[in-house]
């Protein structure tokens, strides 16, 4: 990896065994979660001939601004498995109003937000069943002032991924070996001289899914505003607890260990390009029409279809073998899945893996309606059964998906990031600082009435051409 935001992810967020989870807790205290480096801290980092300097003040800690439960807070089997840190920024300009409170507005509002979220306050540890869980200790989350040297403009797009340089305008904890030593929430407003200013959050996945992470950044903002909670955290995931006893009633071939026949893996020892592709509706339509040409189908969603498309281009890019299998994952929101449904506004994880497994050369060789249908089995397969099957295979196995021979495709086309209002309008632009791992391809909504969707993806150097003659069509 050349990119110390991508070497900072896989060091030191990355998610643990639980075998090294226990070990890490005899090592571990609260003593050392969060530590004081020197400060004022000057990271710079060169742009379209600019030079992007970002100062950071010292941090702070933002308690709940009253009283809430102390004690211990469960985490579902479907937290465990995703105790990655995933950061985001999102970027705020407005000509009526400049940036000179934005801190201590951002600040006021993340204490009174607490009350109602109170587990990202306190910090993570290990229960006596040996999995993650939250001490509600109050200590807060963890918040930076920092400002930039020039106009948000001068840096160009904020919105697509890059770690070196939208790493600037998140807060690394320094030292952090693992994820016990980082507070749940960390957060940093940077102003620019333009009178903007842009909020990167660092926020634990195990908390809570992009749905529920939009609708923690939406309570925030609507906290700054003065409004009440459109949609309140509902606190109680002991609805998704095991069965007792566990019983797995479904093969769960998320987990299964694919044996890299191709030698794919050496290609990455390249250096790695970052790229973008964006599908507007136009184009949209016309890899559904390639999907639905041979009359195999009889419908496909969006979804499916750019799922299908770039996986096989991926496949073909990275000269697998015919006989490489390889596997295909993605999260299924089980929200309304789950028999009852979960409630609005549930604060966790609601998302379940799913997977499909085939050959390279199944897929190569066959007409688009093939994979499609693949993508749209594994959707149809995620039920209630699926989903408590999944949570009780994880209580019995403490496995981890493999990411061996696949491909994880994560989609945020349909979460509204765009709508969050801190005073200062919605976001002129948001999106991930990076992609947490090289196996990862990112749906983003992009455009006029986000109607199109940006495809981000990082291959090997030798690799990217070939992808991007797949998607100039």
Not at 20 to 34: G, N, P, Q, R
Not at 257 to 272: F, G, Q, R, T
Request: glycine share 6%; with cysteine.
């Amino acid at each position: 990896m050349v990119c110390l935001g991508f070497l900072y992810i896989e060091l030191h967020t990355a998610p643990l065994p639980i075998r090294d989870l226990a070990l890490i807790a005899l090592f571990s205290s609260h003593s050392a979660a969060f530590r004081i480096s020197e400060f004022q801290v000057k990271m710079e980092t060169k742009e379209n001939g600019v030079v992007l300097t970002v100062s950071k003040e010292e941090p702070v800690l933002v308690p709940p601004a009253e009283e809430t439960k102390k004690g211990l807070y469960f985490l579902s089997n479907l937290d465990q498995n995703i105790a990655v840190i995933i950061q985001t920024v999102y970027c705020f300009k407005s000509d009526e109003i400049g940036n000179e409170n934005a801190f201590q507005v951002i600040k006021e509002a993340l204490s009174k937000v607490l009350v109602h979220y109170y587990p990202l306050a306190g910090r993570l540890t290990i229960s006596p069943e040996g999995k993650l869980i939250v001490d509600c200790t109050a200590e807060g989350a963890v918040l930076v002032e920092a400002s930039a040297n020039c106009r948000m403009e001068e840096i160009g797009d904020l919105t697509k991924p890059d770690p070196e340089k939208l790493g600037l305008l998140v807060y690394n904890i320094p030292g952090a070996k693992n994820i016990l030593q980082i507070p749940p929430m960390v957060a940093q407003v940077t102003r620019f001289k333009c009178g903007g200013f842009v909020l990167g959050l660092a926020v634990n996945h195990c908390m809570f899914d992009g749905l529920g992470a939009m609708e923690f950044v939406n309570s925030w903002g609507e906290m700054a505003r003065g409004l009440p909670l459109s949609v309140p955290p509902f606190m109680d995931r002991s609805l998704l607890k095991s069965r007792v006893p566990p019983k797995t009633e479904n093969p769960h071939l998320e987990f299964e260990e694919i044996e890299d026949v191709s030698e794919a893996s050496k290609l990455y020892a390249e250096e790695m390009q970052y790229r973008s592709f964006c599908f507007d509706p136009e184009k949209l339509q016309k890899v559904k029409a390639k999907a639905m040409d041979d009359g195999n189908l009889k419908k496909c969603t969006t979804f499916e279809a750019l799922s299908a498309f770039v996986w096989r281009a991926r496949a073909r890019a990275l000269r697998l073998k015919p006989e490489q299998r390889m596997k295909l994952l993605f999260a299924v929101d089980g929200r309304s899945r789950f028999e009852p449904p979960l409630p609005k506004g549930y604060f966790g994880n609601g998302i379940v893996l799913t997977n499909s497994i085939c050959t390279a050369g199944e897929i190569l060789e066959s007409p688009l309606s093939f994979t499609v249908d693949l993508v749209q089995k594994a959707v149809n397969m995620v039920t209630d059964g699926y989903m408590r099957s999944a949570i009780d295979y994880f209580e019995m196995t403490r496995s981890r998906p493999s990411l061996t021979a696949t491909l994880l495709i994560t989609t945020w086309s349909k979460l509204s990031f765009h709508t969050t209002d801190f005073g200062w309008g919605e976001p002129v632009g948001s999106g991930p600082v990076t992609l947490p791992e090289k196996e990862v391809i990112l749906f983003l909504s992009h455009g006029e009435e986000r109607k199109s969707i940006n495809v981000l993806l990082g291959l090997p150097a030798s690799a990217m051409p070939t992808f991007e003659e797949d998607m100039d069509f």
